[in-house]
């Protein structure tokens, strides 16, 4: 049950909205049995289709492939032998200790028959079952049972068998067929990994019984790669073996209605899970045939993708998260539907057309909607959207060009879970760490493929994996290439962007999102990012874990882990310890923060979490940003300044000379006690990486310090 203070955090009508769900939801439980019957006794041998439909992707940019080759063959052999490296674990094998048969034996005992005629195909292939249950870095064990049954516990990560559960290692294997063509028997493996390791899955993961299957969301997410690399494959003229086709399939439409029964919506409060509940509906269905069946689930999605751009979008463009990971996530998801939709057919658009005709409400699951927020033009052969969601998407990847900087990398606000819809790029960007290699997430070249091919008519632009040339696409915005200052406001985000051919600063003040839930936010209001000539200086350390360690998860939330100015032993806003559910929550939101001047030449930002307001002012003078903090209060105060892994630090006369490769800036403080230190920054969920901070100590009441790019000066004006 939501706690009062819970309830007082959002506003009346999602509490309102709730309440009425948990009434519903009392009066019509989802139990055991109706579960059994429906999935393993109803559905068997009643799939709605016999054959899939392909052809949205390929591998195009095979020059690409081939200039990575080498890394290419390591990490499909490392698949090969069921090694990943996912979320900070470093290359481990994932595979079960237990033999085929001490496996089934765990198993619910009405599946035991199934999962061993489905080893029996993977015995012939000395096939080593994968461990799909367990979080290898606390070392806990999710055993398999009913998963309204399965509990997220504190000191696991329950992200660790749900990341390779989405199994979006797959594109590589088909990337290996494709290189190793010319020898018929190394190329092979790869087809019969791609296709083991989904008969594995399907083995050991009955439909509802083990924890992947407690996050809808991620069901979703898994048939969807499944799909992606199985069309990969089939444009390379793959042959797959009729016993894997017929499980396939059948697993396919068990994973729909899986979604389809757990839809994550909520007039309460939703997010970016229903989002992809959406897109892997309306993905998966864009490989059926055309039938009611996928028609139907066509319809409801596009609907319901109109309708969570305009509600999980705010009107600047901003998803209403206060996540910029979680914006780029939700965007790719956003994208490749539209990719998938402008994709249709004109027989598929018809079908379509016919079933809007339909008079009456459609039921899916929660949802008791009837289509009409779109219409099909079948002169012109295409999809008409309400000129308000056009209007909104454009906004949208606006927002997505400015948070990326000029190395291309987005920047990093509130939380991080290093999550992808799909991941046609696989570990191609990475970086070291002692000797092992780690994806660099904050780089998405698909992202913007999906842009480009979406914003040009009939071009294809240069892509790895993107089949088709639309014919129809959108209005939407270039990257902008800023020579002279220009400030991007996105105040309903709470992010203001100031870009210059000079440097890159990016100011956070705003919501803490999720309509004052602040489950994904952080205490970083006044906080900034600064990147100068594509060099990183100023960060944001990102997030280490979730659910994993309590101390951990708020140590990042905390604003001593933010570039701003804090007062010792005390956070902006407040949060509850002692369950998972509070490591999602904001229990007293106490910063209301807002930017009350936005000029050219300067920014002036409060927030109201202590006893007097914080006030920080940034202005410009050439070569120069200057800082200046305000904070009437007798406690000390510590300014931060969180800085990336490559800089370096010099101190000469109390200045201090930064230095990332060949770029040097200056940052000048006020006179106060200061103390250089080390913590760890987090370029991705479970990574930590050694970095230097700054911490200046004072009592004044304003504190004004400057950074500078002109290192000639050796006096602060």
């Known amino acids: 049950m939501a706690k009062l203070w819970q309830v007082r955090r959002v506003p009346l009508k999602i509490t309102i909205n709730k309440i009425v769900e948990k009434i519903y939801n009392a009066f019509h439980p989802k139990s055991e049995q109706d579960f059994y019957k429906k999935y393993f006794v109803d559905l068997q041998n009643l799939r709605p289709f016999k054959k899939l439909e392909t052809g949205y992707f390929g591998i195009i940019d095979k020059s690409l492939l081939v200039e990575k080759k080498d890394l290419i063959e390591f990490l499909g052999n490392q698949i090969l032998e069921h090694k990943f490296n996912l979320l900070g674990t470093g290359w481990i094998n994932r595979n079960h200790i237990q033999n085929f048969e001490e496996i089934i034996n765990i198993l619910p005992e009405f599946y035991r028959e199934n999962s061993r005629k489905l080893f029996g195909y993977l015995n012939a292939r000395n096939y080593k079952p994968i461990n799909y249950w367990n979080d290898p ?7 398999p049972k009913f998963y309204k049954k399965i509990s997220i516990l504190l000191g696991s990560d329950i992200k660790q068998p749900w990341e390779l559960g989405r199994m979006q290692h797959l594109p590589i294997l088909a990337y290996c067929y494709f290189l190793f063509q010319n020898d018929v028997v190394h190329s092979r493996k790869f087809l019969d990994e791609f296709q083991s390791q989904i008969i594995d899955f399907i083995a050991t993961n009955p439909v509802g019984y083990t924890v992947q299957w407690l996050s809808p969301m991620d069901v979703g997410i898994r048939v969807s790669n499944w799909l992606f690399a199985y069309d990969l494959f089939s444009d390379l003229g793959a042959e797959f073996d009729q016993n894997f086709l017929d499980v396939f399939m059948q697993s396919i439409f068990e994973h729909i209605e899986f979604v389809l029964d757990n839809l994550e919506w909520s007039g309460g409060l939703r997010g970016n899970h229903y989002f992809a509940n959406i897109t892997s509906l309306l993905f998966a269905c864009s490989y059926l045939p055309f039938s009611d069946y996928s028609t139907s ?32 996530q939700v965007v790719e998801m956003l994208l490749v539907s539209l990719y998938l939709i402008q994709s249709y057919e004109r027989s598929r658009l018809y079908d379509l057309n016919e079933f809007l005709k339909l008079k009456g409400n459609i039921i899916f699951g929660k949802r008791n909607f009837k289509p009409s927020k779109f219409s099909i033009d079948l002169v012109n052969n295409r999809i008409l959207y309400p000129n308000e969601f056009l209007e909104r998407l454009y906004r949208v990847v606006k927002f997505t060009h400015s948070i990326f900087q000029t190395n291309d990398k987005f920047i990093q ?15 191609f960007d990475n970086f070291k760490v002692n000797g092992e290699i780690f994806e660099e997430v904050q780089r998405r070249p698909f992202l913007y493929e999906l842009i480009n091919s979406l914003s ?27 020579i002279f200052r220009k400030v991007f406001p996105f105040v309903d985000f709470g992010l203001f962007v100031i870009k210059s051919a000079e440097f890159e600063l990016f100011l956070r003040c705003g919501s803490i999102g999720q309509q004052g839930k602040g489950g994904h936010s952080h205490n970083d209001q006044l906080s900034f990012v600064l990147c100068v000539k594509g060099k ?27 570039n701003t100015l ?45 006893t007097k307001p914080h006030i920080r002012i940034i202005s410009y003078e050439p070569e120069r940003i200057v800082f200046t903090d ?74 004004q310090w400057f950074i500078d790019f002109g290192i000639e000066n050796e006096e602060p004006t």
């Open 566 to 610: 804090a007062i010792e032993d005390e956070e902006q806003n407040l949060w509850k310890v002692g369950d998972t559910e509070n490591l999602f929550w904001i229990y007293k939101h106490r910063t209301k923060a807002k930017a009350s001047k936005i000029f050219d030449d300067l920014i002036k930002m409060q927030h109201f979490a202590y």
């Open 536 to 562: 990183e200086f100023f960060v944001d350390p990102g997030m280490y874990c979730y659910t994993c360690s309590e101390k951990e998860r708020n140590k990042y939330r905390s604003v001593h882990m933010h």
């Open 297 to 328: 689930i066509l319809a409801f999605a596009i609907n319901e993708l109109i309708s969570e751009t305009l509600y999980q979008f705010l009107p600047d463009g901003g998803n209403f998260e206060a996540s910029t990971y979680y914006h780029i």
């Open 413 to 427: 606000i509130g939380d991080s879970d290093s999550g992808f819809f799909l991941r046609p790029y696989y570990f």
């Open 630 to 703: 305000t904070l009437n209060s007798k406690k000390d105060k510590i300014l931060y300044f969180h800085l990336h892994p490559n800089v370096d630090i010099t101190i000469k006369n109390d200045i201090f000379i930064l230095t990332n490769e060949q770029v040097t800036i200056k940052l000048r403080l006020p006179e106060a006690s200061f103390e250089v230190k080390n913590y760890d920054y987090c370029p991705q969920y479970g990574v930590k990486l050694r970095a230097s901070k700054i911490a200046v100590r004072s009592n004044e009441r304003c504190l």
């Open 137 to 143: 870095k606390s070392g806990y064990l999710w055993e």
């Open 456 to 482: 040009e008519n009939n071009c294809k632009g240069k892509s790895l994996v993107l089949k088709n040339s639309l014919k129809h696409s959108f209005n939407l915005p270039k990257s902008e290439i800023v």
